[in-house]
T-cell receptor
Framework: QKEVEQDPGPLSVPEGAIVSLNCTYS??????FMWYRQYSRKGPELLMY????GNKEDGRFTAQVDKSSKYISLFIRDSQPSDSATYLC????????????FGKGTKLTVNP | NAGVTQTPKFQVLKTGQSMTLQCAQD?????MYWYRQDPGMGLRLIYY???????DKGEVPNGYNVSRLNKREFSLRLESAAPSQTSVYFC??????????????FGDGTRLSIL
């Protein structure tokens, strides 16, 4: 079983839709959870960073972590065409020497 | 605010040629990383440098060497390029402390094709 699983999509939604992006993981030691957004021909850009379980909200974006289910989600409300990108989840264990483990990314298209 | 800067942005090499990819960050970060990104494979760590003067292998180090030139700069060298090294290479950095849990910040990548 891979450490981090992420559905690659592609996912296509109409403008204004609520988008749900998800990752599952197998390593119960993961404590730090991130979502990156990557536009075409650009580097990953940090969107959300959470520690342990719970929710975090930033504007139209909400990150959820359910450690009991080993499941993390990113919700995008009122999606916009500018949200069209690939979304990568990433996570790591406690201890700075532990490496960041990435999902393979979900490609999202928001249609006007 | 430049963040992480990578040069060049694009490069085409012939098999067997050598090349150095450059990376510089202006955030006073201690730790720097090199990744490659391939379709269907995600981001894979090649090498990292937890602090100035140290480097360590990541998941896929074969065929690469690195140099942490100073705190700002971390270069990746391909001594004898192979077609399997065709990829997009990303440099990242994080934290002003060694061994931090802070998220990494990425450059915009070098797109490398080896014929």
């Amino acid at each position: 079983q891979k450490e981090v699983e992420q559905d690659p999509g592609p996912l296509s939604v109409p403008e204004g839709a609520i988008v749900s992006l998800n990752c599952t993981y197998s390593n119960s030691a993961f404590q730090y959870f991130m979502w990156y957004r990557q536009y075409s021909r650009k580097g990953p850009e940090l969107l959300m960073y959470t520690y342990s379980s719970g929710n975090k909200e930033d504007g139209r974006f909400t990150a959820q972590v359910d450690k009991s289910s080993k499941y993390i989600s990113l919700f995008i409300r009122d999606s916009q065409p500018s949200d069209s990108a690939t979304y990568l989840c990433a996570m790591k264990s406690e201890g700075g020497s532990e490496k960041l483990v990435f999902g393979k990314g979900t490609k999202l298209t928001v249609n006007p | 605010n430049a963040g992480v800067t990578q040069t060049p942005k694009f490069q085409v090499l012939k098999t067997g040629q050598s090349m150095t990819l450059q990376c510089a960050q202006d955030m006073n970060h201690n730790s720097m990383y090199w990744y490659r990104q391939d379709p269907g494979m995600g981001l894979r760590l090649i090498y990292y440098s937890a602090s100035e003067g140290t480097t360590d292998k990541g998941e896929v180090p074969n065929g690469y060497n690195v140099s942490r030139l100073n705190k700002r700069e971390f270069s990746l060298r391909l001594e004898s390029a192979a077609p399997s090294q065709t990829s997009v290479y990303f440099c990242a950095s994080n934290s002003d402390r060694t061994y931090s849990n802070q998220p990494q910040h990425f450059g915009d990548g070098t797109r490398l094709s080896i014929l």
